[in-house]
């Protein structure tokens, strides 16, 4: 992603999103949580709520039934009956004590992806449920005795599915849409397997599952939150994380036409269900088109309409796969009739700004012409003969008119040198912008390039392939054009020699004329541009 938008010079992307917006209420509430991460792996979310005197402890492991290996289903669930009883300093039946003498309530689930523990308390109890939490993260004991009991209990709910005609038909359904994945089991487990899990097995399980840099501790409610993580630290701090778990290598196969199941029983009562394949947790939040690098539509193209913007993009019934749904063009910038079109047509739009030293700019664009536009000039005639290429440079008389539309926080700006000095924190800082998770990007070319950095061998060849492109498009034959740049003629005519770096002598002369630029663009778009003064 971070890459992607590198390759303009300067470029404005306005992140849009159909089904789900980038901007809303919901914002500011989230802002409010606070992520900690303790040494030992463990993450720590924390959000104060002081509605009333109370607060909700949930401690979440990655260790769901996807997590087990063949012949071990249902180890998850029978683990978190398990975690009930004794652990190393609390004796069976001393955690429900404690949560009732301090007037809370507790339990626990099993999911297809984790297993979950909870515990409300009034919130000057805190600390009860912070030290049963942390006491039961790794020192359960696993007694054989209560192991044994355990199992009697899972195998009993076993066979009370058996009365349950929705359960026997999602046993049987599941398995059926599932034929590879771990999903395909039950979360309880098959009974088999249940019967034959041993202490040995269950430790194992416990010991590579439950351990601090696989956990989740969220904190909710009446609390301080520097207090809260000073208990959090003292109770979770000082436990130790081992080897990270296995991760689940089976991927399901597509699925190639409609699969039935019919599970026949006694009685009369009809039941249906109906499983859908959706993309899995790791699919990106950020949907970007790639049938086109730029569309343009704001500059070029409005007069089109919305209905011929939106084909460029996914289809509305899975616009609620995304986070946000955008495009980059470097056009957007400098057109006059952008701001209010992209205000009226998006108002709640999130717009990122990459601005470029405006003299390495200005070369890029002399590269890009002489690339694509047959230019065989010098730097210094391209200037002359084409003084916009400076003028563009001074970026904040057309930032300005964006920020008559949008709030100053609905606009974020990046320094392009400053994106290649630490990328994983600019990606970072256009997740946190966008409240998307970093690396639910999606994955872009890594090749760093911006724009073109080659003169053509067949330099007049490909100026007119180019042009005609361009020609193409404005007669609305883009499906021609696509088909061309998916055979990669474009791509092999590009080829020929690098252009000559930069001179720096002139490089430092033209930067001058910028100077006052570079202090009023830092006071408008509140960036740092000491890179580009060295």
């Known amino acids: 992603m971070i890459t992607r938008c590198c390759r303009f010079a300067v470029g404005l992307a306005c992140c849009v999103a159909f089904g789900l917006p980038a901007t809303g209420a919901a914002s500011a509430d989230a802002s409010a949580i606070r992520e900690t991460v303790l040494p030992n792996g463990l993450k720590v979310l924390t959000k104060e709520l002081h509605a009333a005197p109370v607060v909700t402890v949930w401690t979440l492991y990655r260790a769901g039934s996807r997590h087990e290996r063949p012949g071990t289903t249902g180890i998850s669930h029978l683990l978190e009956h398990m975690l009930f009883r004794s652990t190393g300093s609390l004796k069976t039946g001393e955690i429900d004590r404690l949560i009732q003498l301090a007037g809370g309530r507790h339990n626990a689930y099993t999911s297809y992806d984790y297993t979950g523990y909870h515990i409300t308390l009034p919130s000057d109890r805190l600390e009860t449920g912070l030290r049963i939490e942390a006491d039961r993260m790794l020192n359960c004991m696993l007694d054989p005795d209560e192991l044994k009991t355990e199992l009697g209990v899972v195998v009993s709910e076993l066979q009370g599915r058996l009365n349950d005609p929705e359960e026997l038909l999602e046993e049987t359904t599941r398995a059926t849409a599932f034929l590879t994945h771990p999903y395909r089991n039950l979360i309880i487990g098959w009974k088999a397997d249940v019967q034959s899990l041993t202490r040995e097995a269950v430790r194992d399980y416990y010991q590579t599952h439950y351990q601090p840099s696989n956990a989740v501790v969220v904190i909710v409610g009446d609390i301080q939150t520097e207090a809260t993580l000073d208990l959090v630290r003292n109770y979770f701090g000082v436990l130790t994380s081992g080897p990270p778990p296995p991760p689940v290598l089976a ?135 084409r003084s916009a290429a400076l003028e563009k440079g001074f970026y904040s008389r057309y930032l300005k008119q964006y920020l008559r539309y949008f709030d100053r926080n609905q606009i974020l700006a990046l320094v392009f040198e400053d994106v290649f000095t630490d990328t994983v924190k600019t990606k970072k800082t256009i997740a946190d912008f966008l409240q998307i998770a970093p690396d639910k990007f999606p994955e872009a070319d890594s090749n760093g390039r911006v724009n073109a950095s080659t003169v053509p061998t067949h330099q007049s060849l490909y100026g007119f392939v180019v042009k005609t492109g361009r020609r193409l498009r404005k007669r609305n034959l883009e499906p021609v054009v696509d088909f061309v740049m998916r055979l990669g003629i474009q791509r092999i005519l590009s080829k020929g020699n690098s252009l000559q770096p930069l001179d720096g002598e002139v490089k430092k002369q033209l930067s001058q004329l910028y100077q006052q630029e570079f202090n009023e663009l830092e006071q408008c778009m509140q960036i740092d541009l000491s890179s580009w003064r060295k």
């Open 251 to 385: 991927r399901e196969p597509p699925q190639r036409g409609e699969r039935r199941v019919v599970v026949r029983g006694a009685g009369s009562t009809a039941h249906l269900q109906a499983f859908f394949h959706i993309p899995p947790a790791s699919h990106p939040d950020v949907y970007m088109p790639s049938r086109r690098k730029e569309i343009r539509f704001f500059e070029r193209y409005y007069e089109r309409g919305i209905s011929w913007y939106s084909t460029f993009f996914c289809p509305p019934e899975q616009a609620d796969r995304y986070q946000a749904i955008g495009e980059i063009s470097t056009q957007y910038y400098d057109c006059e009739a952008c701001p209010q079109r992209i205000f009226t047509t998006l108002p709640h739009s999130k717009l990122i700004i990459m601005l470029r030293h405006p003299v390495n700019r200005a070369y890029s664009q002399y590269g890009f012409v002489v690339q694509r536009r047959n230019y065989r000039g010098s730097f210094q005639e391209f200037l002359a003969s």
